[in-house]
């Protein structure tokens, strides 16, 4: 665990500080709450219960067992959520196994959300994310009726796995909130056609985003450009579409983190930055300091 500073009543540990923590494992400890009980000194693990939306920013969300305080994370830090507390105290979630802890994490989330979003909005966001999630289970059963009609046996399991060997088809089905990486990497693992993964990913960004910053020829770009990489990636996957076999050939988080690691290796050995080894060119970005200290050396 992380020094606690002197005054702090909420302190992070080291893992979560340091970005170390898989944000998707419900239950672990992000860090500690002090604080004086009849007063006695106590210090309460704050419990990760996944990924929340407050306005447009996503922020871990962390609980403690038998409180009412409600806990906030982002890049490391984790925070008291202020003057606002949940209605009842939060139940144990020791003894539970993956799916009732997904469950408790959930309830808790809905609780967290009727709590500091208002009734109008937490209600529109909740009906957008049922509709989403309607919608993926729709795409995903006519997937698995497709590959029945070939003589291929699929299920929302496979689906899910051929996207991330940790996810359960609840990650794929019954996800928490919609997000344009969720979308994407669905259309992928679907080899949806494009106009209809264009119209999945616009859907999840407005979600998510609250704004309709991403518009339909945005959202097919996101698409193509997607598939134009795992297409490179994984060849089996550009010739058989949804009824590749990812048994044979990982899955499309591993694909892709690989390639962002050889990008990183490629940029240090070549000496050039990440971001051209990326196909971006930054010029004048805030002055862009880099490429005048470039200058300035030659």
């Not at 909005?121 to 059963?141: D, F, G, P």
């Not at 579409?241 to 048994?247: K, V």
């Amino acid at each position: 665990m992380g020094l606690r500073p002197k005054h702090k009543e909420v302190v992070s540990n080291k893992a979560y500080h340091e970005g170390r923590i898989d944000i998707r494992r419900i239950g672990l400890t992000l860090g500690w709450y002090y604080r004086k009980d009849d007063g006695v000194k106590r210090r309460y693990p704050i419990i990760n219960a996944g990924m929340i939306h407050v306005g447009i920013t996503s922020h871990v969300l962390g609980l403690c067992i038998g409180r009412r305080d409600i806990f906030i994370g982002r890049d490391g830090l984790l925070w008291k959520y202020p003057k606002v507390l949940l209605n009842h105290t939060v139940p144990t979630a020791h003894d539970l196994n993956k799916e009732d802890l997904q469950a408790w994490a959930d309830a808790c989330a809905r609780s967290v959300i009727d709590r500091i979003t208002p009734n109008s909005e937490a209600t529109v966001t909740e009906r957008s994310n049922r509709r989403y999630r309607k919608i993926i289970r729709a795409l995903v059963e006519q997937r698995i009726l497709d590959a029945a009609s070939l003589g291929y046996e699929r299920n929302a399991r496979s689906y899910a796995r051929c996207i991330s060997s940790s996810w359960t088809d609840q990650d794929l089905l019954n996800t928490r909130h919609a997000t344009i990486r969720h979308a994407t990497l669905v259309s992928l693992a679907l080899a949806l056609e494009a106009d209809k993964a264009a119209q999945l990913i616009e859907l999840a960004a407005l979600i998510e985003m609250r704004v309709p910053f991403v518009s339909r020829e945005a959202a097919l770009s996101i698409y193509q450009q997607s598939v134009s990489l795992l297409a490179r990636l994984c060849p089996q996957w550009w010739n058989q579409g949804h009824l590749c076999d990812w048994n044979m050939v990982g899955d499309i988080d591993r694909l892709f983190r690989a390639q962002y690691v050889r990008m990183i290796e490629d940029a240090w050995d070549n000496g050039t930055q990440f971001e051209t080894m990326g196909g971006l060119a930054l010029r004048k970005l805030v002055g862009d300091p880099f490429a005048e200290e470039q200058e300035g050396e030659e």
